[in-house]
């Protein structure tokens, strides 16, 4: 004869292997039947671009200093203006603004340190958001 307790061992698992598919069906992905989730491929290429847009921007960071740092600026507004995610698009600005900031307040000899300090740190920042192409 079977023993209860394995039985009940399995009528757990069961109970919780449907829970679980239960689960995975209600918090399931994208509706294909939505219209507004016809064109995944496109947003995924499109939040792509904004990645590597926002990686270039990053970048760029390593290359202000006291007489470029205007002209790094321009460049990285010029790219943040390409980037269509607004949490991305802020990042992007917000690298400006801290490029220019590291510049005018660090000793010309600690910023090249400085500013490899900030890429480091906004760099893990980014690959949280976006992998790294």
Do not use: H
Request: charged fraction near 25%; include cysteine; glycine fraction near 4%.
């Amino acid at each position: 004869m079977i023993d209860a307790r394995l039985v009940k061992l399995f009528a757990w698992v069961i109970g919780v292997l449907m829970l679980l598919w239960l689960l995975a069906e209600c918090l399931g992905g994208a509706d294909e039947a939505d219209p507004r989730n016809q064109d995944l491929d496109r947003d995924t290429e499109q939040y792509a671009a904004d990645c590597d847009r926002a990686w270039q921007a990053l970048d760029l960071v390593g290359e202000a200093d006291g007489a470029s740092v205007d002209a790094v600026v321009d460049q990285m507004a010029t790219l943040g203006n390409e980037i269509e995610d607004p949490a991305l698009k802020t990042l992007a600005a917000a690298y400006a603004t801290d490029a220019q900031d590291l510049v005018a307040a660090t000793d010309p000899d600690d910023l090249d340190e400085a500013l490899a300090r900030y890429q480091d740190a906004a760099a893990f920042s980014l690959a949280l958001r976006c992998p790294i192409t």
